[in-house]
């Protein structure tokens, strides 16, 4: 099993080179690869069926517990068989519908690449596993969805599937962490034993909304849904395989996993309800009113998508039994109206269902598969469709007085739903062939054998339910509800209430059909209301973001030094002042302090003097010359206090640093004072406050008393170890040698920096 | 265990960079010593490191004096593990220069003073010694001077006035600093400080004194309020400059934030929520900053502060788990922020400009320069199994056990910002079609280059690119290894130990 | 006499602060220049400062003994001064290169790099 979803990956990054290498026009070759993984997948039929799961392991991050472990049960099968399946199909078409595209190579990549995600997201075991191959199901979409990438609508749609998606993964991950830490286990397999303590932890709830959000951001759920239409950009066989039914199943299939461990809650079942019969409604109602072919198929497919969510919501038995059927009849049936698009797309050019009718004479398969596909979602008794909605209805039905406002929900989705297949699937292909189209022809039979497989499988499981009742269904149904179902899937249940609705269903449907006609008044008169959609909510979200983000990137990054200085430094007072006046005890111990003699107040003064004219000189020279005897007068301090080298040393550096500067700046413009009275106060506050706040610091320290264990080491072995008398001579040289050496680097280096900056002058051709 | 091996990468370094200076004028040779010398030190760091992680911490006692009377130098993992990803991203940027930097600029030292920066650089993660420390962060910031400067147009000076400027003022304070530490304990020994601070009963004077480091090593790894130079310069120097900076030089700052803040000063509540509250803006600032940008470096220099905040979200939240995703975030991000700017560098190669607004086309015209590109794109953005990935995990988990839940929200909003900027950066620089951009005289395109200089460029990505991919594949090794900084970072008795020997 | 110095440090970190937030370049550097005085006076009186005896040992001696003043911050001042007086160099040079190259003395119009290029 860990082949099976790897090679996928050796697949995406081996195909280019392998394309290249047979270039020929005919890449059909390539469907060999789905094609043996669904025969891998459906060779384990038997073992599901029997009530068996099967796993395999490799420890990957042992440390986090993260390993690729897999597991297959019927659930994970149903979903392998759709991606591998549906995959397949898609393959075979893909080499006619982009025949001799230039980068076919890279889309079969990308292609291989999502395939090989997907299936890694249904069989994983463990619940990091599951969100790394999630997130490479949305990088792989990005990367289709904006395949044609010249195409600026294109980019648009990807980045905004990805922002969508990717949003919902970080959610996903954040969840999934939670779910670990409270767990502490990371098995899926083993999570839905420890399913009360995890209700029990004061987190569950935190973790529902992480799921819930990443569940509903991927399965397009009001009020993310809108990356979906979007997401229609992407060539045909990229929204038949990722955008209706694989990937957007993700989110399905990531509730359906997790309601064993987390669901049976009313946190659980409420939103979800909520949630999932609010998209139904909403997209359903909206996809009535379109007129891109895909458009009306992307709503339908929201709408659905919300059917699987509420009934997921709904969590009993019948519910969850009525998903799986729903989610096996909606893959088949949409699937073919996506691929019947494609071909009408590439064939006829245009996708505006009001200028489509007649191609059943010139492409009759194709039109067999698409009514098929529409009898199918319409639940046309006989059909597939048929036993999912009746299954839909009596999950409904069963639950009391709420149960039938959701019930009369559930038959308005239904209505519209039954009216988009229709309009998608019926109306382009009966009725009088517009002139335009007369010379149409049959596309090749690879394109149109695919949808025709999955339609008429649609009839199959619809006639012959027991081919899939206990074979697929059961094990679905036993891996979210963990028990042993009871049921049988049959096409007749006797005249009883929910035929009645089916009946109804039908009837208004195509009642409906008759009634509205697509157009673009009926379009615009839909639209009319986009604003207050949440798309634009979140674009005016966005923007206000956007704006934000510059206003506050331009408030801080305003292009002045001082004012990011003053940033700097009034934070760092700010804390100064804070920990200071709220953490230290302020006195000053007079009796440790030494004695003011007058000649060193003398020049205390002097020094305040010089800095003062340092600061406030008027001349740039005098500035200089008064800084240069704030270091002079240092060296007076140093000598008093017992520090001839530093005196030394300070005199020397300060006679040189004085000496460059004037050198170095002497034609330099005009020393001015360039600020106004007001910066002059409010930078003369902030300095006083620093430099108190340095002062007062300074206090406080000097009142600590210290062994200073260092300083006798020292002193009592300069002479003795280090064989010098001038103790800071021997600390230099000796004891914090090292720090000497890199001191003289540091001169060596702002040498040749400033040799490079006199000297340097960039030839134009060489700057850059 | 003491042994002067420890020294080795800093020595090996100062030896390569005087060589270099007696070749001042034959660019050639200078350019095969840097990269053979690089290489050497490659070699010399998974020495050392193997070393310490198979025998525990070495130290060099500098003139054998005994610590804490004469300088300590330390490695133990973590040290070891940041001299390694130095001298990996050093060899990379040195194969780079090579391909990339003009002539003009190597006659003036350009090689000997990265080599320079280099030595100050490990200099600074091996050092046991406060102000030791100091004197290497000065090494670093006069080397990054010359190299921010050498050349001097207009956008480099402006640029290294605010750098300089900034950065002489967290010196300052840095030292400002030390003179308050050595005032509280007469020490300057990282792990005797250790000890002596602990002591000191007056913790108020202690905390003040920790707000000071905070605000010095901050300015320096760029965190907010303090990262102000970082975005008004790091897109001014040449491509091979601003890699290394991007790489390398605000993890100094970060190194030394986590080193002091769980060796010397631990935490008090206060300090723990203005680290976390600091790394949640740091995150929104640089997040929000590189949203807006249209100039690719400026991108990468704002997600340079954003992914910082992540590495501080990881000291804010002070868990033995939230470390190891900071340490193991430092890993990738040096490798990976390397990777960018020099990949930012080449497609100024190839088109003459950074603007995201001009910039298009690679993908149709230089597929397998794109897919390579990718690779450190999508690294950043931590798309699974991908070497970003891993630390949020940790970050997450970290945030989650002390309830930190905001902070935890701005991790996430950080890496979905990140995720959007780089989707931005991916649909404009390689789907986009290509805009017709004006020639510009003065650039040497990629396309005139000689062949052994575009290997060279693209090799050194190639390299990068290699290790970030298995930094992510391999992420069991990784984690270990930060498990055991992180580990020896909560208990820093065995860093104390084999500083000050048993008997303390 | 101590708290004398401590004003006068307070006064050179004020001085050295409203400096460099001076629009002229000439300002700043002289600023940063005030602030490194401040710290190595810093570092001296928390060594605390002794008058008259400095830590030299007698012709005779083998240590030091009685009252001295400790010699690891005049050390470090010594060790901070020499980096201080290389970056202020390379600083002064690098202000007269960039007069050179914008024209210009005023940091306000030193703002090219921040805006969006």
């Excluded at chain 1, 998606?165 to 767990?183: C, Q």
């Excluded at chain 1, 659905?304 to 009849?329: Q, R, S, Y």
């Excluded at chain 1, 909605?389 to 007085?401: P, Q, R, S």
């Excluded at chain 1, 206003?551 to 804390?575: D, H, M």
Aim: charged share 10%; glycine share 8%; with cysteine.
């Amino acid at each position: 099993m860990l082949l099976a979803v790897l090679s996928g990956f050796f697949v995406a990054l081996g195909l280019p080179l392998i394309i290249k290498v047979f270039k020929g026009p005919n890449t059909l070759w390539v469907s060999l690869f789905p094609l043996s993984l669904f025969i891998y997948f459906i060779s384990k039929l038997p073992a599901i069926k029997d009530g068996e799961t099967l796993s395999s392991s490799w420890a990957w991050v042992p440390s986090l517990g993260i390993g690729l472990d897999f597991y297959l049960d019927g659930l994970s099968l149903l979903f392998t068989l759709l991606i591998t399946g549906i995959g397949t199909l898609v393959f075979v078409y893909t080499s006619s519908y982009l025949k001799g595209h230039i980068y076919l190579d890279r889309f079969y990549a990308y292609l291989s690449l999502f395939m090989a995600s997907m299936l890694g997201l249904v069989l994983a075991d463990n619940i990091i596993t599951l969100f790394i191959f999630w997130e490479l199901t949305s990088i792989s979409s990005f990367f289709l969805i904006g395949f044609n990438n010249d195409n600026e609508a294109s980019r648009k749609s990807a980045l905004t599937a990805l922002s969508i998606t990717g949003l919902g993964g970080f959610f996903l991950l954040t969840g999934m962490v939670t779910l670990g830490y409270v767990a502490q286990e990371y098995q899926i397999s083993a999570l839905a034993t420890l399913s009360e303590e995890i209700q029990a932890n004061a987190l569950y709830p935190l973790i529902l909304v992480m799921v819930f959000v990443a569940a509903f951001t991927k399965s397009a759920q009001f009020p993310f849904h809108f990356w979906l239409p979007g997401a229609m950009k992407a060539p045909t066989p990229v929204s038949t395989y990722l955008h209706s039914a694989t990937m957007v199943k993700a989110g399905i299939y990531l509730l359906a996993r997790f309601t064993p461990i987390l669901g049976n809650h009313e946190w659980w079942n409420g939103p979800l309800i909520i949630v999932g019969s609010i998209t139904m409604v909403y997209a359903a109602i909206h996809a009535i009113f379109r007129l891109d072919l895909k458009a009306i198929l992307a709503y339908s497919t929201i709408s659905a998508l919300g059917i699987l969510v509420f009934l997921i919501g709904l969590g009993t038995d019948e519910a969850l039994l009525a998903a799986g059927v729903f989610i096996l009849v909606h893959a088949l049936y949409k699937a073919t109206l996506f691929l019947v698009t494609g071909i009408i797309d590439h064939e006829t050019g245009t996708r505006d269902v009001s200028k489509l009718s007649g191609l059943n004479k010139v492409m009759l398969p194709v039109g067999i598969a698409a009514i098929l596909a529409a009898i199918s979602n319409a639940g046309i008794p006989a059909s597939f469709g048929f036993i999912g909605k009746d299954l839909i209805y009596e999950a409904t039905l069963h639950l009391g007085n709420m149960g039938y406002v959701l019930t009369g929900l559930a038959v308005i989705t239904n209505v519209c739903l039954l009216f988009a297949g229709f309009l998608a699937g019926i109306k382009p292909f009966i009725g009088p062939l517009p002139p335009a189209f007369s010379k149409l022809h049959l596309p090749p039979a690879t394109m149109w054998v695919p949808p025709l497989i999955l339609a008429s499988l649609g009839m199959v499981f619809g006639l012959f339910p027991m081919v899939v009742d206990t074979a697929l269904i059961k094990p679905i149904v036993s891996s979210m509800t963990l028990g042993t179902p009871t049921f049988e899937l049959k096409i007749w249940h006797g005249f009883n209430i929910v035929l009645l609705l089916s009946l109804l269903t039908i009837g208004s449907g195509i009642a409906l059909y008759f009634i509205l006609k697509p157009s673009e008044v009926l379009f615009a008169k839909a639209t009319r209301f986009e604003k207050l959609s949440p798309e634009s909510a979140v674009n005016q979200f966005a923007k206000g973001f956007v704006s934000f983000s510059s206003k506050w990137t331009n408030f801080f990054q305003n292009g002045y030094l001082r004012y990011y200085l003053i940033t700097i430094l009034s934070f760092l007072s700010l804390l100064l002042g804070y920990r200071l006046f709220y953490g230290v005890e302020i006195y000053v111990d007079t009796s440790t302090l030494s004695d003011i003699t007058l000649y060193e107040a003398v020049i205390v003064l002097i020094m305040a003097a010089a800095i003062f004219f340092t600061v406030f000189s008027k001349s740039r020279l005098t500035a200089v010359a008064s800084m240069g005897v704030v270091g002079y007068c240092f060296c007076l301090i140093f000598l008093f206090y017992s520090a001839p080298d530093l005196a030394m040393t300070q005199f020397s550096i300060d006679t040189l640093t004085v000496i460059l500067f004037v050198l170095v700046l002497y034609n330099l413009p005009k020393y001015l004072t360039l600020s106004d009275t007001r910066d002059r106060i409010r930078d003369g506050l902030l300095s006083l406050i620093f430099g108190a706040l340095i002062s007062i610091l300074t206090l406080e320290v000097m009142n600590e008393t210290v062994t200073k264990d260092i300083t006798s080491y020292y002193a009592e072995n300069a002479y003795i170890l280090g064989k010098g008398k001038n103790v800071v001579n021997v600390i230099l040289v000796d004891f914090r040698g090292f720090d000497t050496m890199v001191e003289i680097t540091v001169l060596a280096i702002a040498a040749l920096g400033v040799f490079s900056l006199l000297k340097l002058r960039l030839k134009s051709i060489e700057k850059e | 265990m003491s042994s002067p091996f420890v020294v080795l990468p800093i020595i090996f370094q100062l030896f390569l960079a005087v060589l270099l200076m007696f070749c001042w004028t034959q660019k050639n040779l200078q350019k095969l010593i840097s990269v053979v010398g690089s290489l050497v030190a490659v070699i010399i760091s998974v020495v050392l490191f193997a070393a310490v992680w198979k025998e525990g911490i070495y130290t060099t006692q500098a003139g054998n004096w005994v610590a804490p009377f004469g300088i300590t130098f330390v490695a133990d993992t973590f040290s070891t593990l940041m001299v390694l990803l130095t001298t990996l991203a050093g060899l990379a940027v040195s194969v780079f220069s090579v391909g990339s930097v003009r002539n003009a600029r190597i006659k003036f030292g350009y090689f000997p003073i990265y080599h320079f920066l280099l030595m100050g650089l490990n200099g600074a993660f091996l050092a046991g010694d406060i102000f030791n420390l100091y004197v290497w962060f000065e090494i670093i910031i006069i080397s990054s001077f010359v190299l921010i400067t050498i050349g001097g147009e207009k956008a480099q000076l402006e640029g290294a006035v605010k750098y300089v400027t900034m950065n002489l003022l967290a010196s300052v304070v840095f030292l400002t600093a030390i003179a308050i530490l050595y005032g509280l304990t007469g020490s300057l020994n990282m792990a005797d400080l250790s000890l002596k601070v602990a002591e000191i009963e007056n913790r108020g004077l202690v905390n003040v004194t920790a707000i000071l480091f905070l605000v010095g090593f901050g300015i320096k790894s760029a965190v907010f309020p303090l990262y102000f130079w970082l975005p008004a310069s790091y897109h001014t120097p040449p491509p091979a400059i601003s890699a290394i900076f991007g790489g390398l030089l605000t993890k100094v700052g970060v190194y030394a934030l986590i080193r002091v803040f769980t060796l010397i000063f631990i935490p008090d509540e206060f300090m723990i929520n203005l680290i976390s509250g600091m790394a949640a803006i740091t995150i929104l600032s640089g997040g929000i900053g590189a949203l807006i940008q249209n100039n690719l470096r400026k991108i990468f220099s704002y997600l340079i502060i954003c992914h910082i905040g992540f590495m501080i979200a990881g000291l804010g939240i002070y868990t033995e788990t939230a470390l190891i995703g900071s340490v193991f975030y430092l890993t990738h991000d040096i490798i990976v922020k390397t990777t960018l700017f020099m990949v930012a560098g080449l497609i100024f190669k190839i088109k003459g400009t950074y603007s995201l607004r001009l910039l298009g086309g690679f993908y149709k015209e230089y597929p397998k320069l794109s897919l390579l590109m990718s690779i450190s794109l999508f690294s950043l953005v931590g798309i699974p199994p991908l070497s970003g990935f891993w630390a949020k995990l940790f970050l997450i988990e970290g945030g989650l056990s002390v309830g930190n839940y905001w902070l935890v929200g701005f991790i996430l909003l950080g890496s979905f910002l990140t995720l959007f900027i780089i989707a931005k950066v991916w649909a404009g620089v390689f789907w986009k079609d290509s805009i017709h951009i004006p020639v510009k005289m003065q650039v040497k395109y990629f396309h005139e280059l000689k062949p052994l200089k575009r290997q060279a460029m693209v090799g050194s990505i190639i390299f990068l690119s290699v290790l970030s991919l298995s930094i992510g594949f391999g992420a069991e090794y990784v984690i270990q290894v930060a498990s055991k900084v992180a580990e020896s970072l909560m208990n820093p008795q065995d860093y104390i130990h084999a500083v000050l020997g048993q008997t303390n | 006499m101590e708290i004398l110095l401590v004003i006068l440090i307070g006064l050179l970190y004020a001085a050295g602060i409203y400096m460099i937030l001076r629009r002229s370049l000439v300002k700043l550097i002289i600023g940063l220049i005030l602030l490194g005085n401040g710290a190595n006076m810093l570092i001296f009186l928390l060594g605390k400062i002794v008058k008259g005896k400095p830590p030299i040992i007698e012709a005779t001696g083998k240590a030091l003994e009685g009252l001295y003043a400790d010699p690891i911050p005049q050390a470090l001042i010594l060790t901070a001064i020499v980096i201080s007086f290389g970056l202020q160099a390379f600083a002064i040079i690098l202000v007269k290169r960039a007069y050179k190259v914008i024209k210009t003395d005023d940091l306000d119009e030193m703002n090219a790099t921040d805006e969006d290029l």
